[in-house]
């Protein structure tokens, strides 16, 4: 059974300060993995996919197949990335991590 | 861009009435879910549908049923409403048919409360 883990409940940070939000799975096929945003009083979006392998608002996300991961990461946060923020997993979502950033 | 509504933002009930929420696509998806999403517990799947009049449960559809007489529309049905169904209600469409490696869009979502 697929099933997706976010250990964080809460990450803070200061504005300028990495980022890395914290996402592991556990899959016998090929998985295939998204992170989604809800920032406040917004609809949860689509933020990027791995097979993508893009940058979206500066976050990039790396499927580490030996690891099971697939960790958010940007390298300088910014206050307006306070979001929660979903890892995903065919559908199978994980129980989230707030990421605020101050000032 | 998709556009996925849901008829009520905010909602509230009695205890033991028969709730119904609906959500509504206008991109032709295949496939339609509704979720409830709690503090601390993420998103937990209720049912999804992947044709008309078909569905499936999900991790948690006790207490649901559902809908699907139009591609475009998917209900969620609370056959008698209780206190511990006080939640966020998230509609989410995705295009191709059974396919859940997708990405989803999802609606504003409905925030029920039971009394």
């Known amino acids: 059974a697929q099933r997706v883990t976010q250990p964080e409940k809460l990450l803070s940070v200061f504005k300028g300060a990495p980022v890395e939000l914290k996402c592991n799975y556990s899959y016998s096929g090929s998985p295939e993995l998204f992170w989604y945003v809800q920032y406040s009083r917004q609809r949860l979006q689509l933020l990027l996919r791995?097979?993508s392998r893009e940058s979206i608002k500066g976050f990039t996300a790396d499927l580490n197949k030996g690891e099971t991961s697939f960790h958010l990461k940007k390298p300088f946060a910014q206050e307006e990335d306070s979001a929660m923020y979903y890892c995903a997993l065919s559908g199978a979502f994980g129980t989230g991590t707030r990421l605020q950033v101050f000032p | 861009d998709v556009k996925v509504t849901q008829s009520s933002r905010y909602l509230v009930k009695r205890t033991g009435e028969k709730v119904f929420l609906e959500c509504v696509q206008d991109?032709?998806?295949?496939?339609m879910f509704w979720y409830r999403q709690d503090p601390g517990l993420g998103l937990r799947l209720i049912y999804f549908s992947y044709d008309v009049k078909m569905k499936e449960k999900g991790d948690i559809p006790e207490g649901y049923s559902v809908s699907r007489e139009k591609k475009e529309r998917f209900s969620l049905i609370l056959e008698s409403a209780s206190t511990n169904q006080t939640s966020m209600y998230l509609c989410?469409?995705?295009?191709?048919?059974?396919?859940?490696?997708?990405?989803?869009?999802f609606g504003d979502g409905t925030r029920l409360s039971i009394l």
């Open positions: 991109m032709d998806h295949e496939n």
């Open positions: 989410a469409s995705s295009l191709l048919r059974g396919y859940r490696n997708q990405p989803q869009h």
């Open positions: 791995h097979i």
